[in-house]
Structure formats: structure tokens, C-alpha cells
């Protein structure tokens, strides 16, 4: 019954290895979002695809590359892993509200732990 | 630049006790705001939004938060807080990037409750 959910849950790896984190969503949403929330706790959006076109792309280094086989799953690989790519990676996802404009509010799935050694 | 605030790295209260929370934005239109709760070890659950209409908004679990325009703020309360309530708190604002979530939060508060 899990809305958004994120595998693996908890990710340790060398520096210099390449690893990707899933994520799917069975909200039926047409947006999907990765957020990484930094050992402060500040999150801050990285990527967004909505119908598997990507739309948001922050500063993120290019070792970061989000694909979205389909409007249900994103997925983040990572390429060279760094020190400072520890941190929590959050999926999310919302839909758009009707006549608005806008999106419903995001909803998260339990993020993923990546340890960096 | 648009940035949320939150001024209370760390709050303690007793059970039974009220609470606000406070949250302050820096953005330049009418903003959308929200309030997410972070469990140890989960993601981010949405407690309440505001979009536009009562400046008095209701949430899940007894959370309540009010937008005042004049003050730039978004404080969240609750009149008598549970052992259960202990959790990350971190509010948000809602510039929307060509229609999108690109939502800005703050560095969250950390609430205690003790017994």
C-alpha cells in the first residue's frame, strides 16, 4: 500500500563506485521529484520529470542522472561517487490540481540513507 | 531570493503542553505554504498547506497554522502536544516553477516532549 516507495532504504558504498537508487509511485501522480536532505537536514529539490520529461534540474553535478522509464518510476544513478554525496535522497510525487495551475502538495516516500566511505 | 526561515533549531515542552513553532518567508508573491512532520527514519508527511482563502489553517493531528501576510509567517500550533508529536518539523514554501513543486523549506525544527 505504500505510495511512494524508494529502494534500497539504506546504501554504502566506496568512493568512486556507481550505484542507483529506485524510486515508484502508485499515486497515479503525473510529477516525480528527488530531494536530497543534506547531514543538517536542509532538503533541497535536485530533479523533477513530469510524464517522463524532465522540468526541474537544479545545480547538481552531471554524476547525477535521473531517469524515468514511465510516470510511475524515477530512478537516480550516480556515477563516481563522492564524500560528499552522503546523505539522504527523498522521492516524491504529486499531481497536478485541475484548473489551477498548480500541483498538489508532495507526497514522500521514506527516503534512501547513502553512505559514502 | 526566496527563502523559509525557521529561527528554533531545538524546542523542548512537556506533554500536555502547548506549542508553536515558528516559520518565516522571504518570497515575492502570494506564497503557498506547508508544513511537513519528519519521523526518525521516515519521510516527510504533510501536516497542513496554505493556498489562499481563511488565514487559519486546519491539519492532521491536531495542528493548526496561521499565514499572516504583514509578518511574513507561517506559525504552526498545537494547544496540547503528545509524546507522539516528538519529530521534525519543517516548513515550506511553494514557488511554483512553471506549475511545478520546486518548494523551498527550512532547516526544520527539532521538537522533544517530555513526559
Known amino acids: 500500500d505504500t505510495a511512494v516507495s524508494q529502494t534500497p532504504k539504506y546504501l554504502v558504498t566506496q568512493m568512486g563506485n556507481d550505484k542507483s537508487i529506485k524510486c515508484e509511485q502508485n499515486?497515479?501522480?503525473?510529477?516525480m521529484y528527488w530531494y536530497k536532505q543534506d547531514s543538517k537536514k536542509f532538503l533541497k529539490i535536485m530533479f523533477s520529470y513530469n510524464n517522463k520529461e524532465l522540468i526541474i534540474n537544479e545545480t547538481v553535478p552531471n554524476r547525477f542522472s535521473p531517469k524515468s522509464p514511465d510516470k510511475a518510476h524515477l530512478n537516480l544513478h550516480i556515477n563516481s561517487l563522492e564524500l560528499g554525496d552522503s546523505a539522504v535522497y527523498f522521492c516524491a510525487s504529486s499531481q497536478p490540481l485541475p484548473g489551477t495551475g498548480y500541483n498538489s502538495p508532495l507526497h514522500f516516500g521514506n527516503g534512501t540513507r547513502l553512505t559514502v566511505t | 531570493a526566496q527563502s523559509v526561515t525557521q529561527p528554533d533549531i531545538h524546542i523542548t515542552v512537556s506533554e500536555g503542553a502547548s506549542l508553536e513553532l515558528r516559520c518565516n518567508y522571504s518570497?515575492?508573491?502570494?506564497?503557498?505554504l506547508f508544513w511537513y512532520v519528519q519521523s526518525p527514519g521516515q519521510g516527510l508527511q504533510l501536516l497542513l498547506k496554505?493556498?489562499?482563502?481563511?488565514?487559519l489553517v486546519q491539519g492532521i493531528k491536531g495542528f493548526e497554522a496561521e499565514f499572516k501576510r504583514s509578518q511574513s509567517s507561517f506559525n504552526l500550533r498545537k494547544p496540547s502536544v503528545h509524546w507522539s508529536d516528538a519529530a521534525e518539523y519543517f516548513c515550506?514554501?511553494?514557488?511554483?516553477?512553471?506549475?511545478?513543486?520546486?518548494?523551498?523549506f527550512g532547516a526544520g525544527t527539532r521538537l522533544a516532549v517530555h513526559p
Open positions: 496554505y493556498f489562499s482563502g481563511d488565514t
Open positions: 515550506a514554501v511553494g514557488p511554483f516553477s512553471g506549475g511545478y513543486n520546486k518548494l523551498i
Open positions: 518570497y515575492g508573491a502570494t506564497p503557498y
Open positions: 499515486l497515479g501522480h503525473d510529477t
